[in-house]
């Protein structure tokens, strides 16, 4: 006697009836929707010499580290940096990202970052803002929106 068919298999011989019945949710791509119910969301990767050096800065704009890794002793790493639920991710792997990117931040406190960096907010017809360099060239533009 076969073995009956899962709905909701990921892995299958047959192709499953569409749309899955049983699948509580509907997606155009059910074979690569396998992480129910988690956000989407953008990571931007800054390209850095030394990541504990970059995650060190960074915690002055109050993100923590979330996560370091190394395939093995010695070799680059790629760090999580996590501040509520912005992350960026840090990476000393070459081809990753290219220098001098520019991303764009828009968080709560900026007046307060400006002070904690010695730098001067400025006022945009869409927020209040800063332009920082990190300690590899990269460039970070924070805005906290007009209310």
């Known amino acids: ?22 699948c509580p949710r509907r997606s155009a791509h059910p074979w690569r929707d396998n992480i129910r119910g988690m956000d989407e969301v953008v990571i931007p990767i800054l390209r850095v010499a030394d990541a504990r050096v970059a995650a060190a800065w960074y915690a002055r704009l ?10 093995a002793p010695g070799l680059p790493a ?48 869409w927020a209040r803002e800063i332009e920082l360099r990190d300690p590899d060239g990269n460039r970070l533009r924070i805005g906290t929106p007009h209310a």
């Open 1 to 22: 006697m076969p073995a009956p068919m899962l709905r909701c298999a990921f892995l299958s011989l047959a192709p499953p009836p569409w749309p899955p019945p049983a």
């Open 78 to 125: 790629f760090v999580t940096v996590a501040r509520d639920s912005v992350r960026l991710f840090l990476s000393e792997h070459m081809g990753d990202a290219r220098p001098d990117t520019l991303i764009y931040l828009r968080l709560r406190d900026v007046d307060a970052i400006a002070v904690e960096f010695g730098a001067q907010a400025e006022d945009a017809p």
């Open 62 to 71: 109050g993100f923590t580290t979330e996560s370091e890794h190394r395939f």
